[in-house]
C-alpha cells in the first residue's frame, strides 16, 4: 500500500472531491481524518472506509469559525505525531455575477472558507507536517483562479489567493525542512458545486470524483516537485 503507516487530513471529505480521495487515501493504507460540516454525511464516508478495512477518523466542524480548527490540530496531535498528507479541499461557490453586484457580505464568507481557514489548517498543522519525513500538502483549486472568467471574480479570486498563499508556504519550506506543496485543477467533475455553477449541463458529461481521487493519490505517491500546478483536465 502507497500509505500505510501514514496519516492523511482531508478537508470537506462529506461528499464530492473530498470523500473520493478520503476513500481513495485509506484503500492505499492511510489512516484518514476527515472533516466537514455535515456530520452525518461523514459518518457514512467513516463506514464506507471501515468497511472495506480502512482506517477513519471523523471530526465534524465549521472551518468557518475561528477556533475550531485550532481544536482540532491540538486534538489530532494529541494522539499523533506527525502529519504526513493535508488535502485542502474545503470551499464555496458563492453566488455567481458581475464583480460589481458581488454581495460583500457573502464575499466575506466564500473568503473566511476558501482563503482565511486554509491559512489557519497551514498555521495549525504546520508543527505536525514539520514532524513527517515526507509531507505533502495539496491544494484543491479552480481554473478561474489563474484564468479570470466573467461572473466568477469572487470565487476566482478566492482561488487565486489560495494558490498564491500555498506556493508561498512550500517556499518557504523548501529549504527548512521536507514538506512539498502543490495545487491541484481537478477540471470539470460532478460534484455538488459544479451542478449549481452549471445546472443544466448533463452530470454524465463529466468526470466522477472517484477519477480526481486516483490522480491525487498518484501525486501524492510521487516524487512531485514543491510548486507545481496539476490539471486534470
Do not use: C
Not at 484518514?32 to 461523514?42: D, F, H, P
Not at 481557514?117 to 507536517?129: H, K, S, Y
Not at 519550506?173 to 485543477?185: E, F, H, P, Q, S
Request: hydrophobic share 45%; no cysteine; glycine share 10%.
Amino acid at each position: 500500500m502507497k500509505f500505510e503507516g501514514q496519516l492523511a487530513l482531508v478537508t470537506g471529505a462529506s461528499r464530492g472531491i473530498g470523500a473520493a480521495t478520503a476513500l481513495a487515501l485509506a484503500r492505499e493504507g492511510a489512516h484518514v481524518v476527515i472533516t466537514a460540516r455535515n456530520a452525518e454525511g461523514l459518518e457514512k464516508i467513516e463506514e464506507q472506509i471501515h468497511s472495506a478495512g480502512g482506517n477513519a477518523t471523523i471530526a465534524p466542524l465549521d472551518l468557518t469559525d475561528g477556533d475550531s480548527i485550532g481544536r482540532l490540530a491540538t486534538a489530532i496531535a494529541g494522539r499523533w505525531d506527525g502529519l504526513d498528507i493535508l488535502v485542502l479541499n474545503a470551499a464555496m461557490l458563492g453566488t455567481l455575477g458581475p464583480v460589481p453586484t458581488i454581495d460583500g457580505k457573502e464575499f466575506n464568507q466564500v473568503l473566511t472558507l476558501n482563503l482565511i481557514a486554509q491559512q489557519a489548517l497551514i498555521a495549525g498543522f504546520d508543527p505536525m507536517l514539520r514532524k513527517s519525513d515526507n509531507a505533502r500538502l495539496l491544494a484543491i483549486t479552480s481554473s478561474v483562479g489563474s484564468k479570470p472568467r466573467a461572473f466568477w471574480g469572487a470565487y476566482g479570486a478566492s482561488k487565486a489567493a489560495l494558490e498564491s498563499l500555498v506556493l508561498s508556504y512550500g517556499e518557504e519550506m523548501r529549504n527548512l525542512g521536507k514538506i512539498r506543496t502543490a495545487i491541484v485543477d481537478p477540471g470539470r467533475t460532478r460534484t455538488d458545486m459544479r451542478a449549481r455553477a452549471y445546472p443544466g449541463e448533463d452530470p454524465a458529461s463529466v468526470k466522477l470524483p472517484s477519477v480526481v481521487a486516483d490522480r491525487l493519490v498518484e501525486i501524492l505517491a510521487s516524487d512531485f516537485a514543491t510548486g507545481e500546478r496539476f490539471e486534470l483536465g
